[in-house]
């Protein structure tokens, strides 16, 4: 038997990289997945690359209310239940001074990043089984800061707090709540801050700040979410997990 059999997940952000090495590694070990992102065309080519009759999609855009019901419902309706719920939607917003910074697009950010993860847990919540598993994707910019990424940083900053609070409402229920904090890692995101930057150079300037001198791989964030979402983890709760390559250490 599989470790995760039995278990329904659901990811969101699943088109992206982090989220489709995700649902590809929950799906390995077993479980169910519902797969959710707004990019509607992005998402039916990662459902057809996973080629699982054990997933499912869902195009939603995580930052309204509507959706968020929606997709959990359609969870519910699809595999009957839900013990693992994978809040990683996120966008990355410009990289520019906070005094250049358009608040249109901090708005979006935080729209996106911290209400969409708000409204899935509200959600999520009330549906998912004792005992099941909610991780959160922050960042290792969660810990500190970036220059010329203030709404990115401050969303996930904030991703903590409601991470900390979940985690100490679900334990009654032995619902575990935790983050998990990536460095730099080969996604399309990144490639996109790259380009935002205008620097050459910038992939080799992010890189040489890494002590393992190199971006993560999504699968292996996908690693660390797997651990949180299965039992091996049934006693770790309301707990930030860095995968980093390091970083921490030269803090």
């Given at each position: 038997?599989?470790?995760l059999?039995?278990?329904?997940?659901?990811?969101?952000?699943?088109?992206?990289?982090?989220?489709?090495?995700?649902?590809?590694?929950?799906?390995?070990?077993?479980?169910?997945?519902?797969?959710?992102?707004?990019n509607?065309?992005?998402?039916?080519?990662?459902?057809?690359?996973?080629?699982?009759?054990?997933?499912?999609?869902?195009?939603?855009?995580?930052?309204?209310e509507?959706?968020?019901?929606?997709?959990?419902?359609v969870a519910?309706?699809?595999?009957?239940?839900?013990?693992?719920?994978?809040?990683?939607?996120?966008?990355?917003?410009v990289?520019?001074?906070?005094?250049?910074?358009?608040?249109?697009?901090?708005?979006k950010v935080?729209?996106v990043?911290v209400?969409?993860?708000?409204?899935?847990l509200?959600?999520?919540?009330?549906?998912?089984?004792?005992?099941?598993?909610?991780?959160?994707?922050?960042?290792i910019?969660?810990?500190?800061s970036?220059?010329?990424?203030?709404a990115?940083v401050?969303?996930k900053?904030?991703?903590?707090g409601?991470?900390?609070?979940?985690?100490?409402?679900?334990?009654?229920?032995?619902?575990?709540?935790?983050?998990?904090?990536?460095s730099?890692?080969?996604?399309?995101?990144?490639q996109?801050?790259e380009?935002?930057?205008?620097?050459?150079?910038?992939?080799e300037?992010?890189?040489?700040?890494?002590?393992?001198?190199r971006?993560?791989e999504p699968e292996?964030?996908?690693?660390?979410?797997?651990f949180l979402?299965?039992?091996?983890?049934?006693f770790?709760?309301g707990?930030?997990?860095?995968?980093?390559?390091?970083?921490?250490?030269?803090?």
């Open positions: 038997m599989k470790p059999e039995n278990k329904v997940a659901l990811v969101t952000g699943a088109a992206g990289g982090i989220g489709k090495a995700t649902a590809n590694r929950l799906l390995q070990e077993g479980a169910s997945v519902l797969l959710v992102d707004l509607e065309a992005s998402l039916k080519e990662t459902f057809s690359e996973l080629n699982s009759d054990q997933a499912a999609y869902f195009a939603a855009d995580v930052s309204k509507e959706d968020a019901i929606a997709y959990v419902q519910l309706e699809r595999f009957g239940k839900l013990d693992i719920f994978f809040a990683n939607a996120g966008i990355e917003g990289m520019k001074p906070i005094q250049e910074y358009p608040t249109e697009v901090f708005d935080y729209n990043n209400k969409g993860t708000f409204l899935g509200k959600y999520a919540i009330p549906v998912i089984s004792d005992g099941g598993s909610i991780i959160i994707t922050s960042s910019g969660g810990f500190g970036s220059p010329f990424a203030s990115y401050a969303s900053h904030a991703v903590l409601i991470m900390r609070t979940a985690a100490l409402e679900l334990a009654p229920r032995k619902v575990r709540v935790n983050t998990v904090h990536p730099q890692t080969n996604t399309r995101m990144m996109d801050i380009k935002d930057l205008g620097d050459a150079k910038a992939r300037t992010f890189a040489a700040a890494i002590p393992l001198g971006y993560a292996e964030i996908a690693n660390m979410v797997y979402a299965s039992d091996q983890s049934e770790i709760t707990t930030t997990f860095r995968v980093d390559g390091g970083m921490d250490a030269s803090f």
